[in-house]
């Protein structure tokens, strides 16, 4: 595939004697918003945490803009904007001095660091806060600062785990549109979502992982095509490809008899 | 709902507090995270998994000692000293208070900036209930650690009088010391989070900060010279307590808390004296006062979970510029901020002055300064200036999850801690130079100590942070041996430059060229280390 930005092959991950991770294969070119969609524990951020170079894999390789994540961790993370699940930030710093701290630890050039903080901070409303401390912010602008630290540096990687959870309906499609201008600059975007109608509404290709791997990936069509559904919401198609649609089945109706027993009685 | 209901279920909130406290406040735990906040699972359980457990035994093991050392001043009496308790009191009341002040100055902290437990109020339970709960939590901060040192003093006190209403008069005088600990301890996180997170920017905020910090360096430095010399001061005490018609008899028998330890030491004769009548009239105005302490701290606590602590008013912020440093600068100041939002941690911003302290009341007697001086007083300072990098370390926190993900190498941030650690030091010096108007070196090559100590201290600060940063931690006892080894290594470090000049000089009485050696040594020894964290 031309262009490659992010590759992984054969990445296991394991924790004791849990595999979190189970020979992940993906790569997402130039130009591509990948979604990784899958149910807890499936190994979503595990994938970007060790793309993001927060942890080694057990075994295998992920390399971002041909840099090896684990070999050559300084230039693959020099390439990377990374916003994690829950803010990882410091807490005690403002958003001022965890920017300045960024910017200075990145090397960045000052006028254009400025420039692009203010159109972020203002784009994400986040200038009356700026020299509040973090930890008295809400999670919602939290999660904006975070993004702003993710993208002041202009990085062609996207890492995103769940990025639109916290956020406001307007920072919600701010969100979404510098996503859209970023691919169309050639950058690219990983990021994870359970939420169907993100990564069908956002994504040029979905990569649906569970026990560790990638099960299935492509886009909707090529999605439907593969649980052999015709017309069906991304939601049935994982549910058919995750073969979680009869334990749901199973659930639900033994809860409606549970709910109408207590009704009852 | 019942009180034994409420205590029952205070305990939630309360290892709630407990557990966050221990998390946020890991540097000054014997166990300590080290800054590892780490993004590796297996490595975070084991962290969350030690919070708990210490937050569990923490508590009972700050509670013994903290009986121990409320026992510890009435020895003498029980081993046959034959002066009353007024002394033995006092000096139980002052140890039991500084220290349960140092502990709820750790545990507070959560409970001052987030609440007990915001879960409760989303339950069905009425308001004076969750309020009813959110109290109990907090009384369980030190429950352990009153009734302990409270039932020690007042057991010794009952025993070494043989007064039953001295003992009652030690139980108020336990209580009252007690309420007021946590009084305080309550108010100097709320005030300090306060300054922090109010006006971060105000300079009347900075200034109120370090005074809290010179305060709660006071306390801790207080605590050591009391178990120092305490076997100095007790008599010293009783030797004023016992001649009660002086000026200073009389004045002390107003100050806390030594009116309650006269008020005791006066009841099991009467109050023969007019120092004891007024020593009793004093304790119950600090009884009072414990009273309004102790219903401030409810109506705070009661504050705190309805949420009544919060940020700051968001403001309008126009100019978003960020000023650039280099990397390691850049580094450098993140800690310095980070740390001097936690008060445990940010007591580091006070040390320069407590070492220059230290230093100065060594050299205070002496006519000149002498190599043998210098040295000794050099190392020492330096070697205080190593609790600093382990400071530096543990409050990474998790936010070193943020750093990681940046293009940075372990060097940078090594040299960066190592930076303000030597930084930290130079006072102690500059005050060592300047000294020398005064008081001449024995030596002019003497400034060569000086030299070595700065390349000692430079090196000793990057080794440790290197050491700290770069292991993995396996097992409890594993883990403690491995933490104790890197301080060794650090001190190890400091000691050897110091070492060298004086197995120099013994056999050559050659001063200029010991001290050379000793610089000879320090640089060598920070040429391997920047070396070593260069290859990192």
Known sequence: ?265 | MKAADAWRLSAVPYSEMAFRSILQNSSNMWWGSFGRGSSDASERQDLVTRALRIARFDKLVVAAFVTVAAGAPFLPQILGASYGVSASVTLSLAASFALILLYGVQTLSSFVTSGPSPVLSTLPLLRNDVSLVNLLSFARTSDYLVAGSVACQVIFVSYLTGSALAGVLMLVAGVVNSALAVGVSLWLSNVFYRSILGSKKGKRGGALRFVLLLAWGVVVIGIGVLFAAAGDLIPLVQGVLASPNTLTGSILSLVYPFSLGISVGSIANGFPSLVGKVALVATICYLLVAFAVSRWSMNSVASFSEGAFSGPGAGRVRDTSVSLRSPVAAYAMKDLRASSANLPSAFLFALPTFETFIILLIRAYLPTLGASTLLVAMTLGGMVSLILPLVLVSSEGNGFDFAKTMPMRMGTVVFSKALIATAVFLPAVAVALLESLLKPFGSPFSVLILAASVLAVAAASLLEVRLFLGFAPSGRATFALQEFARMAAGAGVVLLPALVYVAAYIPTVNHPLAAGAMVGVALVELIGVVGLVRRS
């Open chain 1, 1 to 265: 595939m031309a262009g490659v930005l992010i590759e992984a092959a054969g990445l296991t991950k394991r924790y004791g004697s849990f595999d979190a991770l189970n020979g992940l294969d993906l790569s997402v070119a130039s130009g591509e918003i990948y979604g990784l969609l899958g149910p807890n524990g499936a190994g979503k951020t595990t994938t970007l945490k060790i793309t993001a170079g927060l942890i080694e894999p057990s075994s295998g390789s992920v390399t971002v803009s041909g840099f090896d994540a684990t070999k050559d961790p300084i230039h693959a993370k020099a390439q990377i904007g990374y916003v994690a699940e829950t803010p990882i930030l410091y807490e005690s710093l403002t958003p001022r001095e965890l920017l300045e701290f960024e910017a200075s630890v990145r090397g960045l050039v000052k006028d254009s660091v400025n420039r692009r903080v203010r159109q972020l901070a203002e784009a994400f409303e986040v200038e009356s806060v700026f020299d509040s401390p973090i930890a008295t912010l809400s999670m919602g602008t939290k999660q904006k600062v975070a993004i702003i630290a993710a993208l002041i540096h202009q990085p062609p990687v996207l890492l995103l785990d769940e990025p639109l959870n916290s956020l406001d309906a307007k920072s919600n499609r701010i969100l979404k549109e510098l996503l859209s201008l970023h691919v169309q600059r050639g950058g690219a975007v990983l990021f994870s979502t359970h939420i169907m109608e993100i990564a069908q509404r956002l994504c040029s290709r979905i990569g649906i992982i569970f026990g560790g791997r990638i099960v299935a990936e492509g886009d909707l069509d090529q999605l439907r095509a593969r649980a052999g559904e015709k017309g069906a919401t991304l939601e049935e198609v994982f549910m058919k490809l995750t073969n979680e649609a009869s334990e749901v089945e199973n659930t639900v109706r033994t809860l409606r008899e549970s709910f109408f027993d207590d009704e009852g009685r």
